[in-house]
Structure formats: structure tokens, C-alpha cells
């Protein structure tokens, strides 16, 4: 199986901040990257997939690199509705693991 | 509107079986893959199982392989979840997901509210 391994596991931050959250997986996962957005009582919502593609409708501060193993979301200035907790996830091969969860609070 | 709506959670005791249900509309239901998706009270993400279009291709976590079971009835537009032998572990919000690909798993574009699930004596 394939573990997921985000850091960190939270962290605090100002609006207006570039923050960086890491996902490295155990194997190569073939760019099946993604990630999530959750807020409290809410479902995930996805904000990129396969490494670097934005969904439909997610603001464009909001951007993915990596590959291989290695994959980052960036937030490029953060904003009051950003705070939240995001998850990596691959869906290079079943089971379709996720992070553990990074969870962005205010400063 | 696309739109998926779990029902079928509940309290059960420990052994004993349920079923989850997922109701989709607003989209053609046969043509993507589907997942079941958990989380347990102040806990992250567990991704549970999965069924590509027609149901030619299952998936399953190792918590729970064995135990649940994934199927879809096309026709009805429906996912569901079959779990048995339930343990207190699995107590969690069940989350349905559509896919955006049917054939193999891609990433999930559209989750329901999800439904609750408590496994205790």
C-alpha cells in the first residue's frame, strides 16, 4: 500500500502569507496527486488535481507542483477562507490513500 | 444541480450489519466510478472503497476488506455500502463521491453531506 505523508501537520499563518503544505508518498504515484479542502462540518471540497491542474472555480493562489514522490500545494497570500484543513490523496493504485491532514490556522 | 445524498446510518451495536445508501442525480450516474470515503469524529480523511462505472472493478480499504461491501444499481442511479461485522473503530461520517472518470479512479469532484455511522454497545 501506498502511505501518504503530509507535513506540517498544522500550522499558523497571517492573511496575506505564502504557505506551503508537503504530501510525500512512500512510492512513485505516476502525478495521481491530489487535494482537498475542508472546513469544519463541511465535506472536502477539491482544489487540484493530477500535481498541478486547478479545478474549475478554485481561486488561482491556490497552485500544486511536484513529482514522483515529492508534491507541494502552495497558497500564494492567504485569505480568510483558507483556513481550513487540506489533504493530499493519490489515486495512482488502490487502496487510494490520503495524508494525514494539514490544518492551516489563523496567526 | 449535481447532487449526492447518503442515507442509512445509524447506531448499531458491534457485530451487527448496515447498510449505506447514495443517491445521485444531476448527472449520468453509469458513466463515472464511485467512492465511500470515512471520518471518524476529530480524525482526517479515510478513503474506504470504490467501484469504477460498472462495477467491473472494485476496491477496498484493508480495515475493511472482508467486511463492507461496495455495489451500485446503475438503473437506480445508487451506491451503496454493505458493511458487516461492524466494530467501534468504523464509527465515522460516511461520505459518498463521485469520480470523474468510470473506468479507473481519478479524483472526487462532487461528496454528499454524508451520514453517520456509530458502532456501540
Known amino acids: 500500500d501506498i502511505q501518504m505523508t503530509q507535513s506540517p501537520s498544522s500550522l499558523s499563518a497571517s492573511v496575506g502569507d505564502r504557505v506551503t503544505i508537503t504530501c510525500r508518498a512512500s512510492?512513485?504515484?505516476?502525478?495521481?496527486l491530489n487535494w482537498y479542502q475542508q472546513k469544519p462540518g463541511k465535506a472536502p471540497k477539491v482544489l487540484i488535481y493530477a500535481v498541478f491542474s486547478l479545478q474549475s472555480g478554485v481561486p488561482s493562489r491556490f497552485s500544486g507542483s511536484g513529482s514522483g514522490t515529492d508534491f507541494t500545494l502552495s497558497i500564494s497570500s492567504l485569505q480568510p477562507e483558507d483556513f481550513a484543513t487540506y489533504y493530499c490523496q493519490q489515486s495512482d493504485s488502490t487502496p487510494l490513500t490520503f495524508g494525514g491532514g494539514t490544518k492551516v490556522e489563523i496567526k | 444541480e449535481v447532487q449526492l445524498v447518503e442515507s442509512g446510518g445509524g447506531l448499531v451495536q458491534p457485530g451487527r450489519s448496515l447498510r449505506l445508501s447514495c443517491a445521485a442525480s444531476?448527472?449520468?450516474?453509469?458513466?463515472?466510478?464511485m467512492h465511500w470515503v470515512r471520518q471518524a469524529p476529530g480524525k482526517g480523511l479515510e478513503w474506504v472503497s470504490s467501484?469504477?462505472?460498472?462495477?467491473?472493478?472494485?476496491g477496498y480499504a484493508d480495515s475493511v476488506r472482508g467486511r463492507f461491501t461496495i455495489s451500485r444499481d446503475n438503473a437506480k442511479n445508487s451506491l451503496y455500502l454493505q458493511m458487516n461485522s461492524l466494530r467501534p473503530e468504523d464509527t465515522a461520517l460516511y461520505y459518498c463521491?463521485?469520480?470523474?472518470?468510470?473506468?479507473?479512479?481519478?479524483?472526487?469532484?462532487?461528496w454528499g453531506r454524508g451520514t453517520t455511522v456509530t458502532v456501540s454497545s
Open positions: 512510492q512513485t504515484i505516476n502525478n495521481y
Open positions: 467501484i469504477n462505472w460498472n462495477s467491473g472493478s472494485t
Open positions: 444531476g448527472f449520468t450516474f453509469d458513466e463515472y466510478a
Open positions: 463521491g463521485k469520480d470523474t472518470k468510470g473506468a479507473y479512479y481519478h479524483y472526487i469532484d462532487v
